[in-house]
């Protein structure tokens, strides 16, 4: 949990700082905000804010807003002065990967801006076909396809190619080589697979509004 510090902004009596400080997560909309699966509460207690009376000097603990979802939280520090008067309020993001933050030295959040996007999970997106006549693309899952050629197919095909979605064919020969392989009938201007040993024949398709595939570029062909 990222510590935030700060200061009262009010007049020094003596020797006591008088204000309130209040913190609230705002901007989850309609769901309840969570952290590794633990409902949060939008308002912070007082009692988890300390306040030093001498110095005015305050700090306390939150979930970083990075850890929270959905994704798009902020904080409103609310400063209060003496009598009760809103001397400052700003909104902040506070991130799990900075242990502390100074709101004298931060510069305050847009809550107007949008929501920071999400991480984007690293996914295993290329499927592994087993080369043999009559083999099936499936192109509702993945959008690359490796193949290793041991031996000549004659026949292949594909279903399910999502319109305006671009799919990748990895076709490799073995250690052998020499093998021949037939592209489906529904994928236009393909390149010949070459036919040496251990080579690979790259070439990327995008697939029309009937699920035929369409090269956009010549094949590739690399050791």
Do not use: H
Not at 3 to 26: H, W, Y
Not at 29 to 55: E, F, M, Q, W, Y
């Amino acid at each position: 949990m990222p510590t935030v510090t700060g200061n009262l902004e009010s007049a020094i009596n003596d020797t006591k700082v008088q204000g309130r400080v209040s913190v609230m997560l705002c901007g989850y909309g309609s769901r309840v905000p969570r952290d590794n699966g633990v409902a949060l509460v939008a308002r912070i207690s007082d009692d988890a804010i300390s306040i030093d009376p001498i110095t005015g000097r305050f700090s306390f603990s939150v979930p970083g807003n990075d850890e929270i979802v959905p994704a798009g939280t902020y904080y409103a520090v609310t400063i209060r002065d003496e009598n009760g008067d809103t001397a400052q309020v700003n909104a902040y993001r506070f991130t799990s990967n900075i242990p502390t933050w100074d709101l004298n030295t931060i510069d305050p959040f847009d809550p107007n801006l949008p929501p920071p996007p999400l991480p984007v999970p690293l996914v295993n997106e290329l499927l592994v076909v087993p080369a043999a006549d009559g083999m099936v693309f499936d192109g509702s899952q993945y959008p690359t396809f490796l193949v290793t050629l041991p031996s000549n197919v004659s026949s292949s095909e594909i279903e399910n190619m999502m319109p305006g979605n671009l799919y990748t064919f990895i076709i490799i020969q073995d250690g052998t080589g020499g093998w021949t392989f037939a592209w489906p009938p529904d994928v236009f201007n393909a390149t010949k697979i070459d036919a040496r040993a251990n080579i690979k024949t790259i070439q990327t398709f995008v697939a029309d509004e009937n699920g035929q595939l369409y090269a956009i570029a010549p094949g590739t062909v690399m050791p």
